[in-house]
């Protein structure tokens, strides 16, 4: 949020897409609309409140001085529960380099990721991508076989093989849990969110075997087994785990069973470095919005930060020791 000389407020307009070349694309962008009509709404709920405070935070009509509101949210910090009243999200399904080169984020959605990359690869993506999430840094978050695209290293699945997108230090086995039919559902508990438990659909999933070093500029083989992402830029920041699937399968099959009780962690199935998110689970086959609210207030920052300092290459806020 800027504002000009003359005392307007600045409206800050973000493009998220969402690579729609095979998968849930259609399903993430549903989400992306609803969690940011949703954080509209409690915008303006909390805007009314903080102006209003004694009024109904549902009460229809303008204020009766709209001067004074504005020199209010001019002046007043902001908090992250205001901060969608003066922003609008476009979201946008991308299939090509032109449309990619409109986003300021970017959703790599659950589907087959062998055929995201070679579709990727036929439609000249593969790099554009690259360059997006590994020189450019922007926003960008994985779900499923959007995690194995932005992994470093990933199991081969084929005798041919698959390109990698990259941008994540992590190796990840892909279809760790089986096949289709042994798909699942867990109740997560992921410290980034409020409100108890996320519901959490798993199919073929994949999860985060290995956190690695912060890749250099000094391309590496793949070997017979294992499939790596060409190198880019290096970064300093670090993988954060944000969250795990406690007691592995035990914990799905015996509800009464957790993590502790067998002497582990659990799997990692959601990871951050920098700019880039990534998740083994399909939170956009849930109803359930909040994750895509969280990321959108995350890619908010960032389009915040990097106004900021005035350098549209380094993001901050999602780019943190970038």
């Known amino acids: 949020m800027s504002s000009h000389g003359d005392g307007q407020l600045q409206m800050t307009n973000l493009t998220v897409g969402v690579l729609a070349l095979q998968g849930a694309f259609a399903e993430h962008i549903k989400l992306l609309r609803q969690?940011?009509?949703?954080?509209?709404?409690?915008?303006?709920?909390?805007?009314q409140h903080n102006t209003h405070p004694h009024a109904?935070?549902?009460t229809d009509g303008v204020p009766k001085d709209a001067d004074a509101d504005a020199d209010i949210l001019i002046h007043k910090p902001y908090s992250t529960s205001t901060d969608f009243f003066n922003h609008s999200f476009d979201c946008i399904e991308v299939r090509n380099a032109s449309e990619l080169a409109r986003c300021d984020a970017l959703i790599l959605p659950g589907g087959e990721s062998t055929s995201i990359s070679l579709i990727a690869e036929r439609c000249g993506l593969l790099e554009p991508l690259r360059d997006f999430v590994k020189v450019a840094r922007k926003p960008v978050w994985g779900t499923c076989a959007g995690l194995i695209l932005l992994a470093e290293s990933a199991n081969k699945s084929k005798s041919s093989g698959q390109e990698l997108i990259g941008g994540l230090d992590v190796?990840?086995?892909?279809?760790?849990?089986?096949?289709q039919v042994e798909s699942f559902e867990a109740d997560l508990d992921l410290p980034f969110l409020e409100s108890g438990p996320f519901h959490s659909?798993?199919?073929?999933?994949?999860?985060?075997?290995?956190?690695?070093?912060?890749?250099?500029?000094?391309?590496?083989?793949?070997?017979?087994?294992?499939?790596?992402?060409p190198p880019r830029q290096a970064t300093r920041a670090q993988?954060?785990?944000?969250?795990?699937?406690?007691?592995?399968?035990?914990?799905?099959?015996?509800?009464?069973?957790?993590?502790?009780?067998?002497?582990?962690?659990?799997d990692i199935v959601a990871v951050?470095?920098?700019?880039?998110?990534?998740?083994?689970?399909?939170?956009?086959?849930?109803?359930?919005?909040?994750?895509?609210?969280?990321?959108?207030?995350?890619?908010?920052?960032?389009?915040?930060?990097?106004?900021?300092?005035?350098?549209t290459d380094s993001p901050k806020s999602l780019v943190t020791g970038s």
Request: charged share 30%; aromatic share 6%; net charge neutral.
């Open 35 to 47: 969690a940011a009509d949703e954080l509209r709404l409690q915008s303006n709920d909390t805007l």
């Open 56 to 58: 109904s935070p549902h």
């Open 171 to 179: 190796r990840v086995q892909r279809n760790y849990f089986g096949r």
């Open 201 to 229: 659909v798993f199919i073929r999933a994949p999860v985060v075997e290995k956190v690695l070093t912060p890749t250099s500029s000094v391309p590496s083989a793949s070997s017979d087994d294992t499939v790596l992402a």
């Open 239 to 266: 993988v954060e785990i944000l969250g795990r699937l406690p007691g592995r399968a035990k914990t799905i099959k015996d509800k009464t069973v957790h993590a502790e009780d067998l002497g582990e962690d659990g």
């Open 272 to 311: 951050r470095q920098g700019n880039v998110f990534g998740i083994a689970f399909h939170p956009e086959l849930t109803g359930d919005s909040r994750i895509h609210g969280w990321w959108l207030r995350e890619v908010l920052k960032a389009k915040t930060a990097q106004r900021e300092i005035g350098d």
